[in-house]
């Protein structure tokens, strides 16, 4: 059972998840590259931190504080393999946060959101 | 990596990635927005390490960049005496920044047998030296290539372009993708289906069907056991006898002496850890997932160890705080109304809050 699961998982990974990837793929590269050429994160960084104070506001007015909040990213997203209750049941607010914003080579720092990925970084910093 | 733990190998040098982090920016409960840093709000800029996400929305972080040349030069030292490779596995790791290496990993493959890896930054494969871009498609995976060095036992060196350095895991996923793709490191897969390769995460996770889901949840084991460097021996022993599985990453990791003690808050004088990942089926008989674990965690506590939080956590709440030191935490909950706007940790990462 165990074996034929795991096959049966090998050749569907193989026949859909691997030409999905490579989509996925290509096409989160192709915006990373394009939003860090034309410069356009650091801008809207202020706005995105902007709806995420409202979305914070607006919870308490709408709960009066009673249920917590957590971000909207779902958990298949995540680095573990499980899912957390607490999605379901808390209040949602969407951070939606995953460019580097600037390099400061004088300072010798890169500022980023806070799901940028190890690849966004490494690719840009060694080209 | 900076709300939970993140972890390569040049961070015995370094810290962890939130110890390269010059400053961070949360939206706290109020909605306000809170830059902090080592100088400015410093009891928040070390409460956030490991709090996932129990203080505010982490919107922005700083963080360091190392310099870095184009290669790193590899050198891989087979061992067949667990002994021995303790034994140079920890004076690398002690040596003074100026000798020391830039990266230092270990591989085990076997409880005796396995291989060290010293790697130093370099500007150009010196002529006559070897260049090996590892992670090229038709290449095989990383670890079973480290595995054929140990089966020669002859020390080599070879010049690894850098991002190839750093990516070296992602292909195989560490050595889970001989799960997934049984057939992935086969020559014939490699060239002409390898350049696809590696699959996303995210998508395998999100297709997997519920009975996978439940096999990974009996048979297979996910951890990352920071442990201090002190107890490798005693560690990997007793990880032979309740768990035993190879292969086991081995990696040297500093957690700093700073100023305000946050939630990994090892005794004084333990500043070396080295992080033990397991990633797979272990192999003692009547493997059970939550009583395993659990020895494991409390092993780790009695060590005065740590456990990586993207992993199952079987730990009671009052176990996990005494894991994680929780003072600096709680207090700044309280202190920026917290307390009812975010779960704590234990809410977030304990196996009880996960499906």
Known sequence: ?127 | MINGFGIESSSYKYGLFQSICESLEIVTADGELVKCSKEENSELFYAIPWSYGSLGFLVCAEIKIVPSKDYVQLSYIPFKSKHDFIKRFTEESLKPANEAYDFIEGLMYSEQEGVLMLGNFSDKVPSGKTKNAINNFWKPWFYEYVRAILKQDKEQEEWIPLRHYYHRHTRALFWEMALIIPFGNSPWFRYLLGWMSPPEVSLLKLTDAEAVHKLYDAHHMDQDLLLPLSNLDKSLSYLKQEVDFHPLWLCPMRVFDTPIRGMVNPQPNEQMFVDVGIYGEPNVENYNSKQTTRKLEAFMREMGGFQALYADTFQTREEFREMFDHTLLDKLRVQTGATKAFPEPFDKVSRAART
């Open chain 1, 1 to 127: 059972m165990l074996n034929f699961l795991i096959k049966y998982r090998g050749l569907f990974v193989v026949l859909f998840l691997l030409p999905a990837s490579l989509v996925f793929k290509a096409y989160m590269s192709t915006r990373n590259r394009l939003v860090f050429w034309l410069n356009s994160a650091p801008d809207k960084h202020d706005d995105k931190v902007k709806k995420v104070q409202q979305q914070v506001k607006a919870w308490q007015q709408k709960t009066g504080g009673e249920i917590p909040m957590c971000t909207a990213r779902p958990s298949w997203q995540a680095m573990s393999h499980k899912q957390g209750n607490y999605k379901k049941t808390h209040y949602q607010v969407n951070v939606n946060l995953m460019d580097i914003l600037e390099i400061d080579e004088k300072k010798g720092t890169v500022r980023l959101e806070p799901m940028t990925n190890m690849g966004q970084i490494s690719a840009l910093l060694k080209p």
